[in-house]
């Protein structure tokens, strides 16, 4: 790699290249759903770029500020300083709105792209061992989104976020013993306090993002280091990652979409309004709006609170208020359901083997049921939050909306669950590629009762003597060495990501990412052209060739017998062919 | 894909590519120039998405027409170090010298430890108020006591002639407008068509009840005049003022608390107490 | 780079623009110029006999010949000149259908039509509010009253909302400043009346001209408004521009070779 004198200079002291190497040469499964969690990566690189821009026009203080500016009809009045700074940034700051409003919508898209995300890895299993921990860090993300969402909603001390801010802070004084003790530790005192909003601000701005910045390199180092997932495909085992490299393919694509993010969220801070301060008004604790709602993303709480049913009771006297089951417990349930999901699947499945392929969702129509079925309840809720502006619209009456949504958000899960269930089912045993393919048949054989296999088994790793035509080649290029997989019945040609400095290690590495595949060619195509070290270095590469087989061949014999120690009762994958008969085979 | 000379899909991908990044840096000229003039939220971002979206457009074509898209494959080792490696990190936490060994000094730092964070969680106290009452005593209690006026929120003490049939007037006690929980309603209502008397009493169907829900604490200002109700726009209570201010819909469990009021001897009105309740959201200690 | 911030009283151009608007749709309003002050209508003028005649053939049949009501129609005696005027102006009245709730819609009569009923129905007596005469008001004091009166319902962007019954408080956009002020004095359907004692005229005009001046365009400094419905359609828009415009670029951009 050629590189300029800074870089060599720098290379020089921190010994750069092997890691950077490497690191260019990461492999990118090439689909589309792994590219979620990017969208979501640069909202929260474009929030923390407007919202660094924000700090300098916002005033996080709840003192007495006269706003004076071009919105005359606050001009003169008396605010509170967080208030009227946000109608002067929104009003009299050149640029001021646009990156006010790009702030928000990029925090809109920041949660919708997590929950996208999230489907995607609850869908296709990719939170089985070993990624537990990232689910439970991306989990973590999610609650610190909801909270820092919230916070920044209710930082501008408008009319609708103080009634936000009340609600929450009736929802925390609902916690039996210590609901009042939170509130008023959270708040400073009674709400609304003066501390309330400098409290909200340093929570904003240093707190939260602190930890999401430090979660998201965990979150992605830890990625780096256990590699992607990937679906199941030709020539994708559980041992290797097939895609584009990082460089250059990927790194222009993602940058492609780093751009695109920035570009819609522009778009939209521009052309459509969001959260219009100056007209919900200054906070008054008098005063209120109508239609009053939370922000999408904490929308199935507010649905919630509309929806359960005028109950409390006392327990020795002491009041357990209605908002602590929709909002407390609800709150509560909804994330340790999340964070322990991995752990119930593998309790429920006893599936404790380490998985790099991801299911098909169609696969394990268990969990697409139970996903379906909780996606539809939160979406119940979150439409359930806009039950008086769907009246409106529809012109019926509020509380039949509402009793209609009290049975909806009960049913409509279950409802949805289980058709999601007998799809996944019929599509799993049927030959049907996608929805649109299902034919009547499917269907009815999805219903019928007896499973024809078992779910959450993974078909053992096929033989080697069961795929012909799959072979390795390895070839030296200049001094290192390259290798690559071909599979001529699917056409299919993979070459390793990266060079690799000697024979051994290729054939090292060939053999981890296809352990079953015995027929090695060395060197295979292309022919390179024929010098006196090439010419040398091959024939020394033919001698070691079996001999470096064997020892990969030892080497992954071990491999086999502690996989199947750990595997409990999992059969063990047949035993691999012999090595030798393999390698020495140059076609 | 791409060969010693570039293809005829290869210059017209580049021209592309070109053309795209050309319409990108149109677009941030255009933004400069757009807040130079103060031109305008609206094309401020439209010119900055023009100018973002030229670079995506750009990169992505370049992505898939000038890059080879797949065909690499990378080892992946597994996770389960070899057993050798196991027992070598184990040797080194189990040597003679390594502290793990020697327990009671380490029972000894866990207890220093441990005493270090309990007295880390003292200052949090500071975040509570120290100048004033116990939260649960001050969600009780109210500026609201006997001898107290009732202002607008202008803070213009009122006479029972300012509140007419047909409208609401919220009411504070004087000199604490801005105290969260005790904004009032006052309302003249036909006592002859009370189902139930108000908690607080009523001067000649004067009734003053607290403005905030009984639910989570939003102000219950919608004011549906002849039905005698009124309405939270958060959650949709609403409340019977005929039959004691009793939730007749939505998640309101309890009726609004009342305060009693008088008129004083300078003709204004003026509460004889504090509300009949807690006013807003329940709490675990409420009576 | 910024403007030097005023910090004497702001340049009075919106104020001023506001009240020539104000003016403006005062003007244009078909009432605003008909409502003498004292309507005493002597019952030899053609007005007086053209409004007998209208308030029999459109309006007897629910509210009675005398204006006295019946199972159909509210009494009409004591509900004052703005009451009328601003049921007629707004065409909420006459009703072709009973309906819970009356709507805007065009008005059925002409502007003399309307202040000729108008005459008729204050000679049942009873007195009622008189048609308030709005005048340019300040928008700040507005802004203020608004909020503490009229955004529960109405909301704060004057985009109305729901209430209990499939009743709703109507968006404001439409309704002249005369309209505004009768409805306020007069509380139509469920809303509440704020009379002289709770909001004087001057305060009346105050939070007629915010109202006016809500229906301008120019406070969407943003952009779309949406139809200020809050957070919830924000929340859709959000969701609708991710999974077209951020989820399908990554469809496109992830595909792989050959796809």
Known sequence: MIMGPLARALDDRLRLSPITRRALAKIFPDHWSFMLGEIALYSFIALILTGVYLTFFFDASSADRVYQGSYAPLDGATTSAAYASTVRLSWDVRAGLLIRQTHHWAALAFVAAIVLHLSRIYFTGAFRKPRELNWLIGVTMLALALANGFTGYSMPDD?????????ITSVVESIPLVGTWLAALALGGEFPSDEM????????VLLVPAILVALISLHLGILVRQKHSQFPGPGRTEHNVVGSRFWPGYTLRTLALFAWVLAVLFALGGLVQINPVWLYGPFAPAESSSPAQPDWYVAWGDGALRLFPPWEFRIGGYLVPAPFFPGVVLGGLSFVALYLWPFIERWCTRDRRPHQLLDRPRNHPVRVGIGVGALTFYVVLVVAAGDDILARLLRVPVYDLLALFRVLVLVLPIVTGVLAFLIARALCRGEAASLGELTRADLRRGARPAPRRPTGEDEPEVPVRHRPGERIELWPQGEVWRWRYRNEAGQLTLTNNRAVTSEEEAVETARLAYPGVDRVVVPGPPPPPARALRVALRRWGRATAAGSLLVAALLGRRRERRRRRDGEDEPPPPEQADAISGGGDPT | MSGQTPSKSERAASRRIAVAFLVSAAGAVGFAVTYGLNGGTQWEGVCLAVAFAGLAVGLAVWSRRLVPVGGYVEEHEGFVPPPAEQAMTAAVFRAPESPTRRWGLLAALGFALTALGVAALFPLRSLLPWDRQRPTRSLKDTPWGPGIRLVDDQGRPLRPDDVPADTMVAVFPEGSIDVGDAPAFAVRLNPERFIRQPAGGHLGGLVVWSLLCTHAGCPVRLYLKGAGRVLCPCHQSSFDLLAGARPIAGPAARPLPGLPIEVGPDGFLRATGDFTAPPGAGFWSRP | MRRPRAVTLPTPHPRRALAVGSVLVLAAGPVALAPAPTPTPTATTPAADRGTQLYLEQCASC??????????GPSLIGVGPASVDFQLSTGRMPLSQEVPQ???????????????????????????????RVAPGDVVSGRA????????????????????????APPLYESTATQVAEAVRVGPGLMPAFPSQVLTDRQVNDLTSYVQRLRSERLDRG????????????????????????VGAVRWLGRRAGE
């Open chain 3, 63 to 72: 509210h009675g010949p005398q204006g006295q009501g019946s199972q159909r």
């Open chain 3, 223 to 246: 952009g779309n408004p949406i139809g200020r419905l809050g957070p919830l359609a924000e929340g859709l828009v959000g969701w609708v521009v991710v999974l077209a415009l951020l």
């Open chain 1, 159 to 167: 009319l609708l976020s103080g009634l936000g801010l009340r609600i």
């Open chain 3, 102 to 132: 009356a709507t805007r819609r065009a008005p059925v009569f002409s502007a003399d039509d309307i202040s000729a009923l108008v005459g008729h129905v204050a000679s049942f007596g009873g007195g009622g509010p008189q048609i308030p």
């Open chain 1, 197 to 204: 909003i400098p409290r909200i601000f340093i929570t904003h």
């Open chain 3, 145 to 168: 009253l608004f909020a503490a009166n009229c955004a529960p319902c109405h909301g704060a962007g004057g985009s109305g909302a729901v209430l209990t019954n499939g009743w709703i």
